[in-house]
């Protein structure tokens, strides 16, 4: 008998009682003999993920070349070559192919997400076969198998538990909860969330502390990391805002350009005495002088640019549209554990009798005040809280190591906290524990929740310590430690009224009892522990949150992005980080269950209105990021587990943990953070906005200049006059200014109100009115401004080629006056910091003038572009035409902010 693979992937195993799973699945506690096993490896296949389908690289390389803007650069370059232009033909043909290998490149880096979570399985199982336990490659497990596992080991498939003694399992990479979990052999009701089927034992977990054993009931893909990796695979990758914009502007500018090209040649044709082939030629070359060929090569510039400001911020960005991307973002939804968070327990709250303390300190670092009443005292004045730290101390079995600087716990993150904790009491631990010889143990142990230590000291005393769960220890207690040291009777009305005090603050619960003994007594035995400790104290414990990570979600909620917590903690302890890191509404919590019970629709409305999300599984936090883009707004998703994964991918941007985060979580992600630091988010959410701010920048320097460039052949063809420009002229203007002038603002720093401007619309458009006046003003005033000096020109009875040297360069020196006018398009261009520009600016300004020398005062250049020498107050009235269209457009600025401001 079999059970089948549909049955084994959606059994509730969780609600079985071990006998039903034994039944259900028709195995033993002696497991299946090797003919069984066989069978069922044959029928359920081996105990690993599937591969996800690739295309092959061909296709992803060419799929590259699949894009609107491609296409008319390729035409351009085709063009260019029937033009015999060659350089124009190799540098247009080298931009297409280097954006093809980039992005084959980072798309081929993107599908290793699935080979991470493949290396998650154990490579090896412990099994018991024909009731003997042997040895097997993970693989090779099946549905039945009787699996053994124990501290250290990492579970090798989804196991239904039959017997744990002391079994607790850091499931961090499922749920996200930072604390072992401890397993038990009882059914769960069947609503439970992952984190809370404590029966049950998943693949690729980490087993911390104890022993067990357990049924097969789900091996591969059926398992839970299974689902995630499936999740994963199905999971639709969003294109940045910047793509869809840039393809939408690309439609627009090629429908624009081929319309133009078309009315200008059947016009020309139809009333102007040029005949059809010198049109069609022309008219090819002024659309190939309007497609701004060199702007993709320059916007990839400045995201490169963009990148590496955010490797010196310690983000690491994978795939460069991302970090624009991060410039729009609204929500920003973030896990707990890691992010928000250290990952490392913390004792916050420390309670004796008649005093509730405050402890404070940053991760298991052995220093912290400790607070009464929001006043610091000293330890030495309360003598109960060194019998505490004693107990934590020595009935404790980790160990604090400090590395770099930094403390890191060797062993149970609990019982690191607590040796930290004793630490701040004033206690040397290792002085105590090597005082206090440890002669006897009690292991913790779910079924009844305690450990217990037997330990003598060098002056003939002998005393038991105890630390557990504090409503199992006050069964065990018939009285407790008084603040003046003496043994009085149990209050217990005072106990559970501070346990509830601090479970209401999301923190976890500890207590410690003692029992002095007389120093004969070498054997513990938990007879002789009921109902005779003496209570001494509780602590809370809590995962703290990050102090930067305060200022941090600040600075967010200055800048108008809202800050979501969705983490598999419990609710209480996600609502008490909350309210700490100054989340809008931290009142407010929903559940695992609770999405359970919305439609999307229910959902997409109440996902705005809650900031904080527990209890949630991968499809939880899927859905939920899925909802909040329905609102059309951009968010970022942060985590560092392979629960994390499929959201992270889905998300706008997945930022990844770098140092905790597992490498299925990194590789779904487009950013990494390098230092684990939220904090390290808003630097990159700052750089995004001047990336894009930057990119804005180029593209409304480049239309405009290009158009304006246009203009001038395109007036001259209209109305049958001579070009005040030539063909080979307006090529040189292309070269030398577009591979200066744009890349200098891909250079530009970030703009003193970046962080104060709420974010841009998901859906604003890169061809928005403002930009489109602006494209037809500053190309009006190019056209009056090249004309103007021709006329100018000709009338004083200059050549004809000196009147085309004094264009050209106008037209230059217009270009230089609009790019200081561009680098500030969010306030006024007249400041002194403004004019100063940067070094790059001035090294572009200082290139272009020895260039445009060159070409009017060099005899060889000038036989080349046709160009003659200018007079020195010609080149005053040159540099003049330029200052007046910087006022000119600076003060039309002006205007349209103030009267933006007036109306809002």
């Not at 039944?23 to 497991?31: D, H, I, M, Y």
């Not at 043909?93 to 991470?116: P, R």
Request: proline content about 3%; charged content about 20%.
């Amino acid at each position: 008998m079999k059970v089948s693979s549909s049955k084994s992937s959606v059994t509730a195993w969780h609600t079985l009682s071990v006998d039903s799973s034994f039944e259900t699945l028709n195995t033993s506690s002696a497991g299946l003999d090797s003919q069984e096993a066989g069978e069922r490896l044959l029928h359920y296949g081996k105990n690993s993920l599937p591969t996800a389908r690739k295309r092959s690289a061909v296709i992803r390389f060419l799929s590259h070349f699949h894009n609107i803007l491609i296409y008319v650069l390729l035409g351009s370059a085709v063009v260019t070559a029937a033009l015999a232009h060659w350089i124009d033909t190799g540098v247009i043909l080298a931009v297409v192919m280097a954006n093809a290998i980039i992005g084959f490149i980072q798309e081929g880096k993107a599908e290793s997400a699935m080979g991470a979570i493949q290396q998650m399985l154990a490579p090896v199982a412990h099994v018991i076969r024909g009731a003997e336990r042997v040895s097997i490659e993970g693989e090779e497990l099946v549905p039945g198998d009787i699996v053994l596992i124990e501290a250290g080991d990492k579970v090798p498939a989804d196991l239904r538990l039959f017997d744990a003694h002391g079994l607790s399992i850091q499931e961090s990479i499922l749920t996200g909860e930072s604390v072992a979990v401890e397993k038990l052999t009882s059914s769960v009701d069947e609503q439970a969330a992952l984190g809370d089927r404590s029966c049950m034992a998943f693949s690729g977990t980490l087993v911390a502390s104890g022993q067990g054993k357990g049924i097969v009931v789900a091996t591969g893909g059926n398992t839970e990391i299974g689902r995630i990796s499936s999740l994963l695979s199905e999971v639709e990758t969003l294109t940045t805002p910047l793509i869809r914009q840039m393809n939408v502007f690309a439609k627009w500018l090629t429908l624009i350009i081929l319309v133009l090209a078309s009315l200008l040649l059947v016009f020309g044709y139809l009333f102007t005495p040029h005949d059809l082939a010198v049109m069609f030629m022309s008219v090819v070359g002024l659309s190939v002088a309007a497609i701004p060929e060199g702007l993709p090569a320059v916007l990839t510039i400045t995201l490169a640019i963009g990148v590496q400001a955010m490797a010196r911020r310690r983000a690491i960005v994978r795939r460069l549209p991302a970090i624009e991307t991060l410039g729009s973002v609204s929500v920003i939804c973030s896990d707990k554990t890691g992010t928000l968070t250290r990952n490392e327990m913390m004792v916050a709250s420390v309670v004796t009798y008649q005093h509730a303390f405050t402890l404070e300190g940053e991760g298991y670092n052995p220093e912290g005040d400790l607070k009464l009443n929001e006043r610091s005292i000293s330890p030495t004045e309360h003598s109960v809280l060194e019998e505490m730290a004693r107990a934590a101390a020595l009935c404790n079995d980790a160990s604090l190591v400090e590395k770099s600087g930094v403390w890191h716990s060797e062993g149970d993150p609990m019982e690191g906290a607590l040796l930290s904790f004793a630490g701040k009491m004033n206690l040397d631990v290792r002085l105590e524990q090597s005082v206090w010889k440890r002669s006897d143990a009690i292991p913790f142990d779910a079924r009844h929740r305690f450990m217990a230590t037997l330990s003598h000291d060098h002056q003939h005393h002998a005393c038991i310590f105890v630390k557990g769960a504090p409503e199992r220890l006050l069964e065990m207690c018939g009285s407790q430690r008084s603040t003046d040291g003496k043994v009085e009777p149990l209050d217990m009305a005072y106990w559970q009224q501070q346990m509830l005090t601090i479970a209401a603050k999301g923190q976890r619960l500890l207590a410690f009892a003692v029992k002095p003994v007389n120093t004969d007594y070498t054997v513990l035995e938990q007879d002789d522990l009921n109902e005779s400790l003496i209570m001494v104290g509780l602590v809370g414990m809590i995962d703290p949150p990050r102090t930067e990570a305060i200022s941090a979600v600040a600075e967010c909620h200055q800048a108008g992005i809202r800050v979501k917590m969705i983490t598999g903690d419990h609710a209480e302890t996600a609502a008490a980080i909350g309210k700490q890191i100054g989340l809008k509404n931290p009142n407010k919590v929903l559940t695992g269950l609770d999405i359970d019970g919305m439609d999307e629709q229910q959902l997409k409305a109440q996902v705005l209105e809650c900031d904080i999300f527990a209890r949630t599984s991968p499809e939880h936090k899927l859905r939920l990021v899925t909802a909040i883009q329905a609102h059309d707004l951009t968010v970022a998703m942060t985590g560092d587990g392979v629960n994390d994964a499929p959201a992270l991918k889905r998300a706008d941007a997945g930022i990844a943990m770098g140092l905790k985060g597992s490498e299925a979580a990194k590789e779904a992600a487009e950013l990494v953070l390098a230092d684990d630091n939220f904090a390290t988010i808003v630097s990159a959410v700052r750089e995004g906005r001047t990336v894009y701010d930057n990119l804005k920048k180029i593209i409304s320097w480049t239309l405009p200049t290009n158009a304006g460039e246009a203009m001038t052949i395109i007036v001259a063809l209209l109305f049958g006059m001579t070009l005040p420009i030539t063909p080979v002229q307006i090529l040189w203007v292309n070269l030398i200014t577009a591979v200066t002038l744009g890349i200098a603002l891909a250079f530009e720093p970030t703009e003193e109100n970046t962080m104060r401007r709420p974010p841009r619309s998901r859906n604003e458009s890169l061809l928005s009115a403002e930009l489109l006046w602006h494209i037809v003003l500053v190309s009006l005033l190019f056209l009056a401004g090249v004309y103007g000096i021709y006329d100018y020109a000709i009338s004083q009875g200059y050549s004809v080629e000196l009147a085309r040297t004094l264009a050209v360069n106008t037209l230059v020196v217009m270009e230089i006056f609009h790019l200081f006018f561009i680098r500030n398009i969010h306030g006024t261009s007249i400041t002194w910091k403004a004019i100063c520009g940067t070094k790059v600016i001035w090294r572009v300004v200082f290139v272009i003038s020895c260039a445009q020398f060159a070409i009017t005062y060099h005899p060889w250049l000038q036989a080349i572009f046709g160009t003659e020498s200018i007079a020195f107050w010609d080149g005053i009235l040159v540099v003049g035409i330029g200052v007046m269209l910087f006022v000119a457009i600076e003060v039309e600025k002006q205007l349209r902010l103030f009267v933006g401001r007036v109306r809002a």
